[in-house]
Structure formats: structure tokens, C-alpha cells
């Protein structure tokens, strides 16, 4: 009876320090996200939001199981793991360059300054040309309305979409100012041009890229934990969240039959959130049905499983 109690005693305390790492690590991860929310001021509600969004919809699917007789897709276990492969499908946004997360417009704030700057020096130039006689006053007209139509199309296509971006960036590159030495001045230079191009998102290209990155350094720093048994694919699934059914997603372009469901969820989950976040600057938040919507429309090309968005939209899983 001795022996037995025993290794009950040991068996409780085991039981115990288990659920008391458990606790510590799940600690340890939301203090990792809170982290990130300290470097980006959208991401931490990101992530939260997703993980909310996520419960509500396993739970969704489990009972929709359950009311059809059959077997439920995410046990405790099961459940468990891809919550946390949400609550850490960012972490590489850690070491991603703070002012590329934080970019929410297309110049970056010196360029901005320095066309400012320049569109000031030329009008006053241009003024002081006609007072001394070198410039007739029409050319002195044609001169500061070049620098007000740049600064007026700066003001609203540095965060705004615009239509007529190209055409009117076309025009402005090829305006010259010319110095009383004979030196010829761009009114933008090719830098400037290269970040205002940038027809739907405050990144370019190759800014772009380095956020791209962020999932290679996710499943980097993943790579160092020891998951246990049963949170095994947390690492695989949380670095694969921007792989599309299609190929074209990344870091590897992987196809449908390569992408599994956990990975398909999390995906919807990312999208939805991004798309009715209402705290980035950068863009106007849509509502949740045109969020779906827009699901819908990527399915349509293959790029996400059309038979979660539907399950996805019947869960209402972002309702309170």
C-alpha cells in the first residue's frame, strides 16, 4: 500500500510539472507574439485574431461532425497542435527588418523629404530666374506648376491606389530642370520613380521579398525547439502558411497534393484576418463578407481550398 501510494504521489507530481511546462511554454509563446507586436503595431492583434478565428472554426468542424455521425476532425491533440502552429505561423517577422514590416507608404520618409525639398528649391529658383530677368513668367508658371503637380500626385499616391499611376509617373520622368550653370536636374529621380511605381501595396518588389522571408526564418527559428511528440508538425505547418493550392505561393511553390489541411486552414485564417484587420494604415479594412468574397475569388484560381472557404463562411467563426 506504501509503494502504491507511492507512485501515486509520483505519478500526481509527474502530472503536475507536465502541465506546469505546458503552461510555461505556452507562456513563452504568447510573450513571443506580444514581442512582435511591440516591433509592428498590427501584428500582435494579427495573431490573436487568428487564434480566435481558428477555435471557433475546429470547433465548427468538430460539431458539424459530430451532428453527421462521423468522426471528429481535431481531437485535443490534434486541436492543440495547429493552434499553436498559428499562434506562431509569424515568428520570423522577429528579425525581419523593422521599418520594411512598418512601411505604410511607398517613399520612404527621407526620399519624400528630399522631393519636397527639391519641388520647394526649383519654384524658388525659377522665382528668382523671372525677377532677374533669365526666365520669361510663363516659364516661371510652367516650372512651379510642375513642382505642385508632383507634390499634389505625391500626397495621394504615396499611400493611395491611383489609376493613371503609370501614365503620370511616365510624364513626370521626363521634366528637367535646368540651373542657371546649364546643369540639368531630374524633377524625380529613378529611385523615387522605382518606389512610387508600385501600383497596389506600399512594397516594392524587393522590398517585398525580404518579407517574403519571413516564413524561411520562421521555420529557422522553429527549427531550434524541441516540440514533443504530439506538437511534431507545428513547425512544418507554421512556415508553409503562404503556400498556395496553385504553386504560386512560397518560399517552395508547393502544390495542392503537397499542401495539407492543417496548412490550408491556417492559410484562410491569414487571409480573412489580413483583409478585415482595421488596424493598418496602409489600406481601408473590408468587412468580413467581402473578405469572404475575395476567398471565393482566389479559390476560383486555384489558389485555396473551396471547400473550407465554404465551411469557413458557414462557421461565421469572426462573429461574437
Sequence with gaps: MRSLASQAAVAILNVRYLKQIRELFESYVETS???????????????????EYGKKFLNYLNE???????????????YDELIMSVWLHDLGKLVTPV??????????????????????????????????????????????????RILSFIEEADVSIVKDRKERLD?????????????LRP???????????VPYRTLTDEEFEIMHDHVVKTDELLSKMKFPKEM?????????????LNGKGYPDHLHKEEIPTEVRILTILDIFEALTASD????KPKTAQE???????????GEVDEELVCLFEESGCWKD
Design 99 to 148: 521599418d520594411i514590416m512598418n512601411k505604410n507608404a511607398r517613399l520612404w520618409p527621407l526620399q519624400r523629404l528630399a522631393i519636397e525639398s527639391r519641388m520647394n528649391d526649383f519654384s524658388l529658383k525659377a522665382r528668382i530666374m523671372r525677377l532677374e530677368g533669365k526666365i520669361t513668367k510663363q516659364e516661371e508658371e510652367r516650372i512651379t506648376g510642375r513642382c505642385e
Design 171 to 183: 510624364e513626370f520622368s521626363a521634366w528637367i530642370f535646368t540651373e542657371e550653370d546649364g546643369t
Design 280 to 283: 493598418r494604415e496602409y489600406k
Design 232 to 244: 511534431s508538425h507545428v513547425r512544418k505547418w507554421a512556415s508553409m502558411h503562404h503556400e498556395l
Design 64 to 78: 458539424k461532425a459530430k451532428s453527421e455521425g462521423r468522426e471528429i476532425p481535431f481531437d485535443k491533440e490534434h
Design 33 to 51: 507574439v506580444q514581442a512582435i507586436g511591440k516591433l509592428t503595431p498590427y501584428n500582435e492583434n494579427h495573431t490573436r485574431n487568428m487564434v
Design 291 to 301: 473578405a469572404i468574397a475575395h476567398l471565393h475569388k482566389i479559390a476560383g484560381f
Design 187 to 197: 524633377y524625380l529621380e529613378d529611385s523615387e520613380i522605382h518606389q512610387l511605381a
